[in-house]
């Protein structure tokens, strides 16, 4: 079985500052992993995902993630955040083989003007 | 497509009533989530589909809870009676098939349950 943690549950970050936000994962097989962006008031949706081949993925809104097998990491990062950022993000996980997405707990980034 | 398509997007009852959430998933979509989503819990599957077929029912929290789906673009979530505790956005998501490098769940705008 797969699962995810998302070391921070909140994270406040000045407007224009870089962020990153954290998330392991266990897995005893191959995994696809995932974030997701949740908006007030919305439905979650897809940032970017890794499936395989280069570890840097780079996804919508200028963030990217980097797979890091040996530290079973996958962790968020934006180098320069704006306010329409601040929204709850979440890591998840599938295995490979019709197993859902298990998700992280989330983690709340607020971005201060 | 329209996207996954929820109804209500919002709902208050009273303890006891019978509350009926409504999914239709993009079509052509084999799988079905239903999500619970709380302050204290986070993001809960309670149940998924497969082809209409319920596949894991494992976090359905009790008996009060039930799941259909009775074609490939309708399913229903139903609390019977419902109690204040049932208090949470719910939300309801369709992908090709997990595992999958095309494995994308896409969710709807979710239901907004207030039990009184």
């Known amino acids: 079985a797969q699962s995810v943690t998302q070391l921070d549950s909140q994270v406040p970050v000045f407007e224009e500052a870089p962020v990153e936000l954290r998330c392991n994962y266990s897995s005893s097989v191959s995994v696809y992993l995932f974030w997701y962006v949740q908006y007030p008031n919305q439905g979650l949706q897809l940032l970017l995902k890794y499936l395989s081949g280069s570890t840097l993925v780079k996804g919508i809104n200028g963030f990217e993630a980097e797979f890091n097998k040996s530290q079973t990491s996958f962790h968020l990062r934006k180098p320069s955040v704006h306010i329409s950022d601040t929204a709850e993000y979440f890591c998840a996980v599938s295995g490979r083989g019709n197993t859902p997405l298990v998700f992280g707990k989330g983690t709340r980034l607020s971005v201060i003007a | 497509d329209a996207g996954v398509i929820q109804s209500p997007r919002h709902e208050v009852t009273e303890m006891g009533q019978e509350v009926t959430l409504r999914c239709k998933p993009i079509?052509?979509?084999?799988?079905l989530f239903w999500y619970r989503q709380t302050m204290m819990r986070g993001l809960e599957l309670l149940i998924y589909?497969?082809?209409?077929?319920?596949?894991?029912d494992s976090g359905m929290p009790e008996d009060r809870f039930s799941a259909k789906m009775p074609n490939a673009s309708f399913s229903t979530l139903k609390i019977q009676p419902s109690e204040p505790r049932d208090s949470a956005v719910y939300f309801c998501?369709?992908?090709?098939?997990?595992?999958?490098?095309?494995?994308?769940?896409?969710f709807g705008p979710g239901t907004r349950l207030t039990v009184l």
């Open positions: 998501a369709s992908s090709l098939i997990p595992g999958l490098p095309t494995d994308t769940q896409y």
């Open positions: 079509s052509g979509h084999d799988y």
């Open positions: 589909f497969n082809n209409n077929v319920p596949i894991d």
